[in-house]
């Protein structure tokens, strides 16, 4: 087991798209009010009272939709300014992002990674669940303002739905040939939206990397992270591609991360929802630091039996009672 040192922070758990594997099509989500959310005072005590002094230095703000969250750059700016803090780096959809560039590097945030799996606008706004005006400009034009501020490496996220966008792998590993981008093809999770899952199943990573292969070739690479993908890069590329294969080749023992969620749940897996924590109700009823420590350092302690380990055809033993954007991805 990697050590844990790696703690991704969801701010909200708002977004402003419903994405098919997130949420049910037609689902009410009850969204947590402004008081129910970890305030910024909370969170910055949580980080340096509780998981820098356990040996966290790595920090991911993901959502919901992040950049909803009122006041994100201050509090990416304090994160930064903490001594320890290694690495700072969000997940965003980037349609706020066009604006918001230029004052989250400014602020500290160096990496950042965001959601596309379709190049194709007709097929992105139907992932987003999109019924109106199309998003995927905007979407667009918030990656090209990312990759002209200086953000590296800049990854691009595609949860691979098999009907859906499956057929455009290879356009979308294309763009990393004349761009020094990182896209990361992700398998398909029984989170979210079950009923999609069921009927779509997922497709391996390495079946995508055999069309890669074929049109290609592929090589081993790396880039900047934490995350458990697999590096590849086209050869001759400026950039490189990622395959995060939690269906088909289980990364348990190398996972180094741990999930706290907009309402102050921490969990150790994202597949598994026991043996959470609820740090805001034990601050809001100040319990000791000392205390909230300890309780964290038990849970990593027993982390390794928290695990996606049993699964059956592409299937979890587990019961799922929050979307991905509750949990925070």
Not at 232 to 256: H, V, Y
Not at 270 to 276: D, R, Y
Request: hydrophobic share 40%; charged share 25%.
């Amino acid at each position: 087991m990697n050590q844990v040192d790696y703690l991704r922070i969801s701010l909200i758990d708002r977004c402003n798209f419903r994405c098919q594997y997130c949420m049910p099509e037609g689902a009410e989500l009850d969204y947590l009010l402004q008081q129910e959310l970890l305030s910024h005072a909370e969170l910055l005590t949580l980080l340096a009272e509780v998981f820098i002094p356990l040996g966290f230095r790595k920090f991911r703000l993901t959502g919901g939709e992040p950049l909803l969250r009122p006041g994100v750059v201050d509090l990416v700016k304090d994160i930064a300014a903490l001594p320890e803090t290694e690495d700072l780096a969000m997940t965003t959809n980037a349609f706020l992002l066009a604006k918001m560039a230029q004052p989250l590097y400014d602020a500290g945030l160096r990496r950042i990674n965001i959601s596309l799996d379709s190049l194709n606008p007709d097929t992105f706004d139907k992932i987003i669940g999109n019924r109106s005006r199309s998003r995927w400009k905007q979407t667009w034009l918030g990656i090209q303002a990312a990759y002209e501020v200086g953000f590296n490496p800049l990854k691009l996220n595609v949860v691979v739905i098999p009907g859906v966008n499956d057929g455009e792998v290879l356009d979308l590993a294309g763009l990393t040939l004349e761009r020094n981008w990182h896209v990361r093809f992700i398998e398909f999770m029984p989170i979210g939206n079950q009923a999609l899952f069921s009927e779509n199943a997922w497709i391996p990573s390495e079946e995508l990397r055999h069309q890669i292969r074929l049109r290609w070739g592929l090589e081993a690479s790396q880039v900047r992270g934490n995350g458990p993908a697999d590096v590849f890069k086209i050869p001759g590329a400026k950039g490189t591609l990622g395959f995060i294969s939690q269906m088909s080749e289980c990364f348990c023992d190398r996972c180094n991360r741990m999930r706290l969620s907009a309402d102050g749940w921490l969990r150790p897996c994202l597949l598994n929802e026991s043996n959470q924590i609820n740090l805001k109700a034990a601050l809001r009823d100040r319990v000791k630091t000392s205390e909230l420590r300890s309780k964290v350092s038990h849970l990593l302690a027993i982390k390794p039996e928290i695990n996606f380990k049993q699964r059956d055809s592409g299937t979890t033993t587990g019961i799922y009672t929050r979307t991905m954007s509750q949990i925070g991805g």
